[in-house]
């Protein structure tokens, strides 16, 4: 059974730092991109990061570029996601999501079709 199991999320000030994690079971890592989405009340959900083996490349929407860094622990069946900076509105249920390697990596959600709980990040003094 595939499993996704997102953690590490709570409350920060902002500047500070969270890093999520989302724990695989049920199938191979390495098999699949993994991406990183956020939703926020009264938002749609929107992609944040993403990373492939297919073609080793990490991608980040303009919103996290130089804040926000995907890796993926393939021994452990986890990919993080370091957040630093945090700004208010970086506050949303955080989910992490798989689609099959060879459709690559993406910050849209089409094509993944596993999806982990959310676990809720909240950025405020």
């Known amino acids: 059974q595939v499993q996704l199991v997102e953690s590490g999320g709570g409350l920060v000030q902002p500047g500070g730092s969270l890093r999520l994690s989302c724990a695989a079971s049920?199938?191979?890592?390495?098999?699949?991109?993994i991406g990183w989405f956020r939703q926020a009340p009264g938002k749609e959900r929107e992609g944040v990061s993403c990373?492939?083996?297919?073609?080793?490349?990490?991608y980040n929407a303009d919103s996290v570029k130089g804040r926000f860094t995907i890796s993926r622990d393939n021994a452990k069946n986890t990919v993080y996601l370091q957040m630093n900076s945090l700004k208010p509105e970086d506050a949303a249920v955080y989910y992490c999501?798989?689609?099959?390697?060879?459709?690559?990596?993406?910050?849209?959600?089409?094509?993944?079709?596993?999806w982990g709980q959310g676990t809720q990040v909240t950025v405020s003094s």
């Open positions: 049920g199938f191979t890592l390495d098999d699949y991109a």
């Open positions: 990373t492939s083996r297919r073609d080793g490349r990490t």
């Open positions: 999501a798989a689609r099959r390697r060879i459709l690559g990596c993406s910050l849209f959600q089409s094509g993944y079709g596993s």
